[in-house]
């Protein structure tokens, strides 16, 4: 089996890079770049024309900056003093045109990204953020502070996420929605405030869900929103109906985490199913 062989870092003359940044091999820095203080870019990493890594940044593996974007730049945070904090990024992003990334607040802090996910242009993720692995953030959507996106979240277009809220693995968010409560898992959720408006099941299709998994998922979120139940009592009765469904299980495991509360259906009894044929 051949290995495979990185280029030498190559970086354009027009680029300021603080001694202290750490480049491996492979990385591009295209011209006017600036990169900061104590900055590691992953090999084969590539940062475009105009765009800066700011100080304490990690970016791992494979990860595309376009131009103009702003990444590991400090917390907008009015609380924000100066603190050293860190952006630390996972391989294989995409970052586009005009996307921030702001560090952390507070000392030692990190605003975190897994990996495999698209930040379109414009969009924004704020201090002490958590975005998961393969995850799609579109135009102009906004996350607010300490907000946690799940694995596979989707976010439409102009999105706006108030701070401390979770998205919940295989959500999709659609365009223009106001989000200030948990969104669960594999939920299709849209409006101003958002709401709930089904199951994401192009989304549960795509990533190999049997319809069998798509049916006790559907099943158990009628459980918990048209029973006239409390969040906690819907969870003891979804232990009980589903004790072997281990995305039933994601399901409790995030409705247990869930501070700000979550989204709730304006109907309480229209199915889930019917929801998201409308």
């Not at 990169?35 to 940044?57: C, K, M, N, P, Q």
């Not at 970016?59 to 400090?74: C, D, F, K, M, W």
């Not at 709930?196 to 869900?209: A, D, E, I, S, T």
Request: aromatic share 6%; hydrophobic share 40%; net charge positive.
């Amino acid at each position: 089996m051949r290995r495979r062989v990185l280029e030498p870092p190559q970086i354009h003359p027009t680029a300021m890079i603080d001694p202290t940044a750490r480049i491996e091999t492979g990385v591009v820095i295209e011209p006017y770049a600036i990169i900061g203080r104590h900055v590691f870019l992953g090999e084969g990493t590539r940062v475009g024309a105009f765009s800066v890594v700011g100080d304490f940044t990690t970016l791992g593996a494979r990860n595309r900056i376009y131009h103009h974007a702003s990444v590991g730049t400090e917390s907008q945070d009015l609380k924000f003093s100066g603190e050293q904090s860190y952006l630390i990024v996972g391989d294989e992003n995409i970052i586009r045109e005009y996307v921030t990334l702001n560090r952390a607040t507070g000392a030692g802090e990190a605003t975190r990204v897994g990996n495999r996910s698209v930040f379109m242009a414009y969009s924004h993720l704020a201090h002490n953020s958590t975005v998961g692995d393969n995850c799609v953030v579109a135009n102009a959507a906004e996350i607010g502070g300490h907000v946690v996106i799940e694995d596979y979240a989707i976010l439409g277009g102009l999105v706006a996420i108030h701070q401390f809220c979770r998205i919940g693995a295989h959500a999709i968010i659609g365009a223009g929605s106001k989000v200030v409560q948990d969104v669960p898992p594999f939920l299709l959720a849209d409006g101003h405030p958002v709401k709930p408006h089904g199951l994401n099941l192009v989304g549960l299709r795509r990533h190999g869900f049997t319809g069998q998994e798509i049916r006790d998922i559907e099943r158990a979120y009628d459980w918990l929103y048209h029973r006239s139940l409390r969040v906690e009592q819907a969870i003891i009765g979804l232990r009980k109906e589903f004790p072997q469904s281990p995305h039933v299980a994601q399901i409790i495991s995030f409705l247990e985490q869930a501070e700000r509360g979550i989204i709730r259906p304006r109907k309480r009894k229209t199915s889930c199913s019917r929801m998201e044929k409308r």
